[in-house]
C-alpha cells in the first residue's frame, strides 16, 4: 500500500507537483468536493475549503509554521490534522494525498492518515506510515 494511505481506490490527479509552490494552497475541486491542496514545506496536505468558523475560503488563506490560517479571522488548523491550533474540538475534514511521478492525487472518499512529501512515489505493497503512523485525531 502506498505511504499514508487509507484503504480506498478513489485516487483523482488534482494537480502537478510544480502546481504548489512551498506554503502556498490552491483551491481544487475532486467529484464534486470544494477544497483545498497546500504544501506545508515538504509535505503536501488537503483539506475541505471552508473554514468549519464561518465559512472563509481556505484557498485565500496562509501556510505557515505547520498551520493552514483561515484569511477571515485567522484560525489556524495544523496542516497535520487539520484541526484547530488551540481547540481541538474545531477541525477541518482532511484528505489523503499521494504524489505519483509529477502528479498529484487526493482521495475525496477517504480520510487522511499521514501526509505526502514531495517526490514521493506511490509503491504498492509498502506498508507505510498510513499503518503505523496514524495520527490521533480528538476532532473526529
Ligand atoms: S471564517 Fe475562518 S476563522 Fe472565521
Not at 488534482?14 to 483551491?27: E, K, S, T
Not at 509535505?43 to 475560503?57: I, L, S, T
Not at 497535520?80 to 488551540?86: D, F, N, R, S, V
Amino acid at each position: 500500500m502506498p505511504r499514508g494511505v487509507a484503504m480506498t481506490q478513489g485516487w483523482r490527479v488534482v494537480a502537478r507537483v510544480g502546481d504548489v509552490q512551498p506554503n502556498d494552497v490552491i483551491a481544487v475541486a475532486v467529484d464534486g468536493v470544494e477544497m483545498v491542496l497546500g504544501r506545508d514545506g515538504d509535505r503536501y496536505f488537503a483539506a475541505q475549503r471552508r473554514c468549519v468558523h464561518r465559512g472563509g475560503d481556505l484557498a485565500e488563506g496562509i501556510v505557515s509554521r505547520g498551520h493552514l490560517i483561515c484569511p477571515q479571522h485567522a484560525w489556524r488548523f495544523s496542516t497535520a490534522t487539520g484541526c484547530h491550533a488551540e481547540a481541538s474540538e474545531y477541525c477541518l475534514v482532511t484528505y489523503p494525498v499521494r504524489v505519483v511521478g509529477d502528479q498529484i492525487e487526493v482521495d475525496p472518499q477517504a480520510q487522511a492518515q499521514a501526509p505526502a512529501q514531495p517526490g514521493e512515489q506511490a509503491d504498492e505493497g509498502e506498508a507505510g506510515p498510513g499503518k503505523d503512523q496514524a495520527r490521533d485525531r480528538p476532532c473526529r
